[in-house]
């Protein structure tokens, strides 16, 4: 699909931009690829999105990775955290856990909370950065006040186990609640299983439901552990 040239970019409405994303994904992807190229650093980012999932144009994770840096050199705190998602996964770069946590760094400390987790799950767990439970927890409690489902489930996870604070199994439990209510598989089947040790057999039946509707298939193996009655500590 041709792209629009700089005096249709510049004269496109609010509403004539909503059409068009909303619209067929090849003619979204045309348009985000001119205001990209243009500068604006919105579009650059939501091209890397595209450009890694193959929505509307070919997949090309490379490309996706020079975008996402684009926009992060702009000061996209978004785009700062998805250039420490390219460097963990190895998208359009070998991995390198120390150059994904000084990004999840840089995004976490312009207030984004998926940097913020990030940042503190490196931090947590020695991964690409020396092990500091004491900053991952503010980290995770800055992200969890910001409403993120995932960081307040890990921060359950340090009130279970006691790191950083003294272990308190309500605490978790509510934290665990939080990140299920907020859609995290993780959360809800950290919930469950705490149900279950209590005896809330269903209510937990009704969150392990929901796990495989957004779970990994290596996170779905822990939930057929605990299903069987074996060991499967939380995550």
């Excluded at 975008?67 to 978004?78: K, Q, S, V």
């Excluded at 207030?111 to 900053?135: F, H, I, V």
Aim: glycine letters at 8%; one cysteine or more.
């Amino acid at each position: 699909m041709q792209e629009p040239d700089l005096d249709q970019l510049n004269t496109a409405t609010p509403e004539q931009w909503a059409n068009i994303l909303a619209g067929p994904p090849e003619q979204a992807a045309a348009w985000l690829l001119a205001a990209a190229r243009h500068g604006v650093t919105a579009a650059q980012l939501r091209c890397g999105h595209l450009l890694l999932a193959g929505k509307g144009t070919a997949p090309d994770a490379v490309e996706a990775l020079r975008w996402f840096r684009e926009a992060a050199d702009n000061g996209d705190a978004m785009a700062m955290n998805m250039v420490g998602r390219c460097y963990e996964n190895g998208w359009g770069v070998e991995v390198d856990m120390a150059i994904a946590s000084y990004w999840f760094r840089r995004a976490a400390a312009r207030g984004n909370d998926w940097g913020m987790y990030n940042y503190a799950t490196s931090l947590a767990l020695a991964r690409g950065a020396p092990c500091d439970r004491s900053e991952a927890l503010s980290w995770l409690r800055k992200a969890a006040d910001l409403g993120h489902a995932k960081a307040m489930n890990l921060l359950g996870g340090f009130y279970e186990d006691g790191w950083e604070v003294e272990a308190d199994e309500e605490a978790a439990l509510d934290l665990y609640r939080r990140a299920a209510e907020g859609g995290d598989f993780r959360g809800q089947f950290n919930y469950a299983r705490l149900l279950t040790a209590r005896g809330r057999r269903d209510e937990a039946a009704e969150w392990l439901r929901r796990v495989p509707e957004t779970a990994t298939p290596a996170f779905m193996e822990k939930v057929r552990a605990f299903l069987q009655g074996t060991e499967a500590p939380h995550t």
